[in-house]
């Protein structure tokens, strides 16, 4: 399986390169192509052994799959749609898009031309959330989902989108998808807390404001007709290589691991928690 990564800024490049081209953790599949970036960061993470292109396109005919992970959000839709059209599957990294249209166009496009497409936050597949997800199962029906992490507003690469996203999407992997209304955000001097309805139970999103010196740890607190759980999403060295092992068996079995109503669910929230900012500033 050859993989194309588009967007190499992003630190997750340099995990998937040493898991799949080092440490040959996912059996064949390994990184031949990679785009974005400057030229120094390009030659140092490709060692020689990468080919380097200049544009997303220029991957058609080099890759079977690629991973479009800029970190700016706002540059999915361009760089995904041209090799989705082109017949390549996709992985976006984090976030699937900063707004909803060019989320539904990345769909569209997946849709259009037969081939899977996917999104998430690597946070999503690690072992400490799989196992605290079979724990909330045990709890009945929930009432309440508050993700605590951090945020930096004023970020360049897309704002509340680029850390945000962590704990948006570690709430609703815990509810059942659907579109989220009820929706209200409030703005605060040290970060934002926003409260979605969300199928039969409430999601709370607190984000507190990443500094220099410290960023609140990821954590979840579930309350449920049987009981309450909490618990902080810890991550190790290799917390992307499960994100990984997720995308390859997305494309060995060409089944997309999430609807495309969650994938939309994320998007729309962190659209609406965005423009909540900006208009408060």
């Known amino acids: ?3 194309g990564l588009v967007g190499i800024d992003n630190t997750h490049a340099d995990h998937a390169v040493r898991h799949l081209n080092g440490e040959h953790a996912l059996g064949s599949a390994r990184v031949v192509a990679i785009q974005g970036g400057t030229a120094e960061r390009a030659a140092t993470l490709s060692g020689g052994a990468i080919s380097v292109v200049s ?6 005919g080099l890759v079977d799959a690629a991973i479009v992970m800029d970190r700016d959000g706002s540059l999915h839709r361009a760089h995904a749609v041209p090799l989705l059209k082109a017949g390549i599957p ?8 900063t707004t909803v249209a060019d989320a539904e166009a990345i769909l569209e496009a997946a849709r259009t031309a037969g081939v899977p497409v996917t999104s998430y936050s690597a946070l999503r597949w690690v072992d400490s959330l799989a196992a605290f997800r079979a724990r909330v199962a045990e709890l009945g029906p929930l009432t309440t989902v508050v993700a605590t992490g951090p945020v930096q507003r004023d970020s360049v690469y897309g704002g509340v989108s680029f850390y945000g996203v962590h704990a948006v999407e570690l709430a609703l992997h815990l509810l059942t998808p659907s579109a989220s209304d009820d929706l209200t955000v409030s703005v605060l001097p040290g970060g934002v807390v926003a409260t979605a309805r969300v199928g039969g139970a409430h999601a709370v999103i607190n984000l507190v404001e990443r500094t220099p010196e410290a ?4 954590h979840l607190s579930v309350t449920g007709v049987g009981g309450v759980a909490a618990e902080t999403i ?7 290589l499960p994100a990984l092992r997720v995308f390859l068996t997305m494309l060995a079995t060409g089944t997309s691991p999430l609807t495309d109503a969650e994938l939309l669910a994320p998007v729309h929230l ?12």
């Open 55 to 60: 544009r997303p396109e220029d991957l058609i």
């Open 270 to 281: 962190l659209e609406t928690i965005s423009t909540a900012v900006s208009t408060t500033h």
């Open 215 to 218: 960023a609140v740890p990821f």
């Open 1 to 3: 399986m050859r993989l």
């Open 234 to 240: 810890t991550l190790g060295k290799d917390y992307t």
């Open 90 to 97: 996709v992985l976006v990294d984090k976030p699937l898009a």
